[in-house]
């Protein structure tokens, strides 16, 4: 057994030594203890007394001086085991128990009264739960295994040289409730390995896992046998054979070899970015030509075409999308509140006043033909613009949302850290989705009246009519914002903020291209067709009557 048991290495919880402990079995002898069989046997096995069979006893002492110092430490070890360091601990835990016991007996009841001699062993249960006492070595003692500390640990390593002589060699020492990396110290120098061993040998049967994977126990296979598997996204592992992976924080990710959390960037849609930058010169761009068309209508502000389609709804129409066009430059830049709550609100007001100016553009050309035959009652409605009046009531309709939107739940800074690897965007945050979803539902009530009324009167006789251009920039409107919807709810981050800053210039461009760039086309390019039906005809006929 020592043989196989040479170069073992053991664990057992430190104590120090009993003085006394040694001394008393250094004097212990079958004489001295005559109850104790054990001591009768030892003596007859190793020092040859003979044994009195009948009562397993030895009569006489055959070798003077004999002791068990004199057997070797296979056979008998003097120093204090762990077994009998924890028996020691029980008998002191039991005397201070009983000790316990005997005083709140007489607390509690008088001597004369009580033979206190008379004790049952469950009666001191409740003085063994609570014992906590300091022992002869100076370790405490404490049985209730809940209000135990972590244990230190001696580790010892058997040595069978010369062979027959055991020894146990303290070579290091495990403390669980030291700092990381200081919880185990060993002297491998000291320690004698088993023959044939040439080098360490292993506790595992697989190889270490690097940092940034994490031990997985296989089925079937002793826990000392693992996989080793990368750690999953956002998580890392900065330590050799860890079972368990630790998640980064929110502010931060894991790098390529997920080993360290590596603090991430804060970023917005900036005027650097390529969507930014492009974004920004189709705002510029757009502003400029509406710009110019607004040049161009003030020019020619008494042709037929400028006045037939009303110039002063034209107006406020052009200027309008002159700040729809700009109003995406609010969505770049770092946020801040006062451009988030600007950013829908205004959004929101601009397109109200865009698309009710449309409207009243189209019940214009309605009413014109419609009310305005000799007869009608309702003539008046026109000759005191009526129409005009619709931009206001849908402003204020508007408005009225919009502070409803802002007294419940406003728009508010808010961080992406999930949309872009290694980044956190500042964005608008809407606050309320209800609110901007209102917000644009009410704009397309309004597009698609407009468009079943540019519709119905697409087919009026008149020679500047601009039902269809009306009818079909409303439907590019609608087309638009029908798309934005499933896409926006599809994309996140920067790009999702770039979706809704195109919405909103590609709605503005299709309602100035549909309608206004026809008429400058003429206006420029085809004087010729500039003018009345009445004016064109005499025009004509002067003509032919030049060429007689």
């Avoid at 009768?40 to 030895?58: A, D, G, R, T, V």
Wanted: hydrophobic content about 40%; proline content about 6%; glycine content about 4%.
């Amino acid at each position: 057994m020592l043989e196989l048991a040479h170069g073992t290495l053991t664990f057992s919880p430190h104590h120090g030594e009993i003085s006394d402990f040694t001394n008393f079995m250094q004097e212990v002898t079958p004489i001295k203890y005559p109850e104790d069989i054990f001591l009768h046997i030892l003596w007859n096995q190793y020092f040859n007394c003979p044994l009195l069979h009948s009562e397993c006893k030895i009569f006489e002492n055959c070798i003077p001086n004999a002791s068990l110092e004199l057997l070797p430490g296979g056979v008998f070890e003097l120093v204090m085991t762990e077994e009998s360091y924890n028996v020691y601990n029980a008998v002191y835990a039991v005397a201070h128990s009983l000790h316990e016991k005997a005083l709140h007996q007489v607390e509690i009841q008088p001597q004369d009264n009580k033979d206190r001699t008379i004790l049952f062993p469950w009666q001191l249960h409740p003085f063994l739960k609570n014992i906590q006492l300091i022992n002869s070595v100076g370790d405490r003692v404490i049985l209730d295994w809940k209000k135990k500390t972590d244990t230190e640990y001696d580790i010892s390593n058997i040595w069978n040289f010369p062979t027959g002589l055991s020894l146990l060699v303290k070579v290091g020492t495990f403390a669980p409730s030291a700092p990381k990396g200081e919880q185990l110290s060993i002297s491998e120098h000291t320690i004698n390995w088993p023959i044939g061993f040439t080098e360490i040998p292993k506790s595992v049967c697989s190889e270490s896992c690097s940092p940034g994977h994490r031990k997985v126990i296989l089925e079937s296979k002793p826990a000392c046998c693992f996989d080793c598997t990368p750690c999953p996204d956002k998580e890392i592992s900065n330590e050799t054979d860890v079972g368990q992976c630790v998640k980064c924080p929110e502010s931060h990710y894991a790098n390529t070899e997920k080993s360290h959390c590596l603090k991430k960037t804060m970023t917005f849609l900036d005027y650097n970015d390529s969507l930014g930058t492009g974004l920004t010169l189709m705002s510029l761009g757009f502003f400029v030509v509406t710009g110019l068309v607004i040049g161009v209508f003030i020019i020619h502000r008494n042709t037929p075409i400028v006045k037939a389609n009303n110039r002063s709804l034209s107006y406020i129409l052009l200027i309008t999308l002159t700040l729809c066009f700009l109003c995406p430059l609010l969505f770049i830049g770092l946020p801040n509140t006062a451009t988030c709550i600007l950013q829908q609100n205004l959004f929101g007001l601009l397109f109200t006043v865009a698309l009710s100016t449309v409207l009243a553009k189209t019940i214009t050309v309605v009413m014109a033909f419609k009310i305005t035959a000799p007869g009608r009652k309702t003539r008046w409605l026109l000759i005191l613009r009526a129409p005009q009046f619709i931009i206001p009531l849908c402003a204020l309709m508007q408005i009225l949302f919009s502070g409803i939107w802002l007294g419940t739940s406003p728009p508010f800074v808010d961080m992406d850290a999930h949309s872009e690897h290694g980044h956190i965007i500042i964005l608008c945050n809407k606050g309320s989705a209800i609110g901007f979803y209102c917000t644009l539902a009410y704009l397309g009530v309004m597009a698609f009246g407009s468009y079943l009324l540019a519709f119905m009167s697409r087919n009026l006789p008149d020679t500047f009519n601009e039902s269809k251009a009306l009818a079909f920039s409303m439907l590019m409107f609608c087309s638009v914002w029908v798309t934005f919807l499933p896409v926006y709810h599809s994309t996140t981050g920067k790009v999702r903020v770039a979706m809704e800053m195109f919405s909103i210039l590609a709605s503005s461009a299709s309602i100035l291209t549909l309608i206004f760039v026809p008429k400058c086309y003429i206006v420029l390019f085809r004087p010729e067709r500039n003018i009345l039906p009445l004016n064109r005809e005499k025009r004509q006929h002067r003509s032919k009557n030049s060429e007689t």
